[in-house]
């Protein structure tokens, strides 16, 4: 089983900070990453596939990097509206994994 | 416009059996892959099980394997999930999603969730 670790657990930021989010997997799962942000009582929404292509109806704020082992997440200008969960998913090999998620919380 | 709504939640006994299902619309069902995924109260999400769009292909996660069977009925737009010999850590929010290939890729559409407690 590949295991997604991502730091920091959670963080304190301020609105029009940039924020950045990292995920690391166990094993390489290419480019076959995905962000999902969930805010309380809601379902996950998908932010990034493939790492770094950014889902339908994204702001373009969100960005995503990386390949293999190492990935990021960075918000450029956090807004009220960003302060959620956020987690990291692999879909390259079975089982899928998700890391333990990152609480992005107002300063 | 995409839509899934899952239902079929509720309160069971330790041992008991409940089906969870997921309808569809506003895709064409059988093209994409399903997946269901959990998340337990104050924690992270989980992946239960998937199925290929056509239905040959499922999997599961080896804390359900044996109790949950995963299925769908491509003429109705459904998913199901049946549950049984259920557990008090099966106690969740149960969300279905579509992948974003026929048995592949990333989950571009969610649920809105069903909870299943699991308590006597």
């Known amino acids: 089983e590949i295991v997604m670790t991502q730091s920091p657990a959670s963080l304190s930021v301020s609105p029009g900070e940039r924020d950045t989010l990292s995920c690391r997997a166990s094993?390489?799962?290419?480019?076959?990453l995905a962000w999902y942000q969930q805010k309380p009582g809601q379902a996950p929404r998908l932010l990034i596939y493939g790492a770094s292509t950014r889902a339908t109806g994204i702001p373009a704020r969100f960005s995503g990097s990386g390949s293999g082992t190492e990935f990021t997440l960075t918000i450029s200008s956090l807004q009220s509206e960003d302060f959620a969960v956020y987690y990291c998913?692999?879909?390259?090999?079975?089982?899928?994994?998700f890391g333990q998620g990152t609480k992005v919380e107002i300063k | 416009e995409v839509q899934l709504l899952d239902s079929g939640g509720g309160l069971v006994q330790p041992g008991g059996s409940l089906r969870l299902s997921c309808s569809a619309s506003g895709i064409t069902f059988s093209s994409y892959g399903m997946i269901w995924v959990r998340q337990a109260p104050g924690e992270g999400l989980e992946w239960v099980s998937a199925i290929s769009g056509s239905g040959g292909s499922t999997y599961y996660a080896d804390s359900v394997k044996g109790r949950f069977s995963i299925s769908r009925d491509n003429s109705n737009n459904t998913l199901y999930l049946q549950m049984s010999s259920l557990r008090a850590d099966d106690t969740a929010v149960y969300y279905c999603a579509r992948r974003s290939g026929f048995s592949s890729g990333w989950s571009d559409y969610w649920g809105q969730g069903t909870l299943v407690t699991v308590s006597s």
């Open positions: 094993q390489t799962v290419n480019s076959n």
């Open positions: 998913q692999q879909y390259n090999s079975w089982p899928l994994t």
